[in-house]
């Protein structure tokens, strides 16, 4: 398989050809990066054989198929069908993918929707809540035990029900508060594990003239984001059933003080970044910590690209917002999460991509290198440099990460959870109070489950 590396000057090339490919995913961010072609026909050939575990030449039958891939993509993914379209190409040329990508966030619930008025694509690439939300309708296939082998047992649990899988994860992402190591050593800052600890950081920051918080509210998704994250360690935490209570009439929003505070904490931010963040876009945002003029940013794997790319020498940490306990957990995302329907005429062929993606290595750690997280795959290891990763593994040391699933699967975001980000929009902006902010996700309970 050919090699492809990412080249952070060539933005404008790879953007045009990624939305050729795809179409415009608007997901708030530009993505950084290109592919550079390795013409090197014998490298080509005993990379392969060691990737492909067989002679490196192609293993398809000839029977020509095209299948219909719907890819609801993060702000890291745009660019990934490419890297596997190539690798298919080289084990099963007799198969070509058909893609439609659209942004995650805004597109990938109301297009299933339409599908599932006409007819599933063969494959869908959504999230792990995903599953939640569409295997018990019936319309997913199950996923063969072959396939899943290859991958973690974590990889299983949030998308198995009855006994069976119905997505397989292909990568993971890590959320919490990214910080400006350089920033935090010369200023003496410990990393926080309280909000009196996290206080005494913000007015530091805005004594110096630095701004605490860098943040970009105009995208709607993020507030909607790290809303959950808040959620999981003040609200799930401490009641992993708060969503189900929350339909029984037993909890609310207006009566929860937690969630209140979950929803408090987005004011927190706002009154301590910068006074454009409701027209600031991500990769602006993500460079104004780069260069140093925001000591941290409530976030997502997903910053780090920019990150690097801005800066390949940018040393940041990882930690998890404080909540009012002082013990908050990283939070952890599958991601990338593979769906089949359960109504495919080419199930062979699914199999076949399927056993791509989960069986070349050189493809794994390409896609991971690219997007720059976690693999969830055995025996795969993605080798980009990541500064947060000893903070991962701290935590990770003392069991101190949790998986939000927990929380998307009781309070899905299509409907309800990007429905609720607006009217904190809403609310941090002036146009209307709190008690209405927390009225409206109190109302709109009944598109908060998936069932």
Not at 43 to 55: F, K, T
Not at 58 to 81: F, H, K, N, R
Not at 127 to 142: C, H, M, N, S, W
Request: aromatic residues 10%; proline residues 3%.
């Amino acid at each position: 398989m050919k090699k492809k590396r990412v080249i952070s000057l060539l933005l404008t090339l790879v953007m045009a050809a990624s939305f050729a490919a795809c179409g415009n995913t608007d997901s708030g961010k530009e993505t950084a990066g290109t592919q550079e072609q390795d013409k090197d026909a014998d490298n080509e050939s005993g990379e392969n054989s060691q990737a492909n575990g067989s002679d490196g030449e192609s293993q398809g039958d000839g029977e020509e198929v095209t299948l219909t891939v719907l890819a609801g993509q993060s702000t890291t993914d745009a660019g990934i069908e490419d890297m596997i379209d190539e690798a298919l190409a080289e084990r099963y040329p007799e198969i070509t993918l058909e893609w439609e990508c659209v942004d995650w966030g805004n597109d990938f619930q109301p297009k299933m929707q339409q599908y599932m008025q006409s007819g599933l694509p063969d494959l869908m690439i959504g999230k792990a809540q995903d599953v939640a939300t569409y295997a018990p309708q019936g319309i997913l296939g199950e996923i063969d035990s072959e396939y899943l082998d290859r991958g973690l047992d974590a990889a299983r649990e949030n998308v198995t029900l009855d006994g069976k899988t119905y997505g397989m994860v292909y990568n993971a992402l890590y959320q919490g508060v990214y910080y400006n190591k350089k920033m935090f050593e010369e200023n003496n800052w410990e990393v926080p594990k309280t909000q009196e600890d996290l206080k005494k950081i913000i007015d530091d920051c805005n004594a110096k003239g630095i701004k605490p918080f860098a943040s970009h509210m105009v995208d709607t998704w993020s507030i909607g984001n790290v809303t959950m994250q808040f959620m999981m360690n003040d609200v799930f935490n401490k009641d992993a059933k708060w969503g189900d209570k929350f339909r029984a009439g037993e909890v609310s929003f207006s009566d929860s003080k937690e969630a209140q505070t979950a929803y408090e904490y987005n004011k927190l931010i706002f009154d301590n970044t910068f006074p454009e963040t409701f027209s600031t876009e991500q990769t602006d945002c993500d460079a104004k910590m780069v260069q140093g003029e925001a000591a941290m940013k409530v976030s997502g794997s997903w910053s780090i690209q920019n990150f690097l790319d801005i800066d390949e020498n940018f040393t940041f940490g990882i930690f998890p917002f404080p909540n009012q306990t002082g013990d908050s957990k990283l939070i952890f995302e599958p991601n990338i999460t593979i769906m089949t329907s359960a109504e495919s005429e080419h199930q062979d062929a699914i199999n076949k991509v399927l056993d791509v993606l989960t069986s070349d290595k050189e493809l794994a750690v390409e896609i991971l290198d690219y997007t720059k997280t976690a693999s969830m795959l055995k025996d795969v290891t993605p080798t980009f440099p990541n500064p947060s990763q000893e903070d991962i593994d701290k935590y990770a040391s003392m069991n101190m990460i949790v998986d939000v699933t927990l929380g998307n699967n009781q309070l899905v975001w299509g409907g309800f959870q990007e429905e609720n980000a607006k009217d904190i929009a809403s609310w941090l902006q002036g146009d209307s109070s709190f008690e209405d902010c927390l009225k409206a996700s109190d109302d709109r309970v009944g598109s908060s489950s998936a069932n």
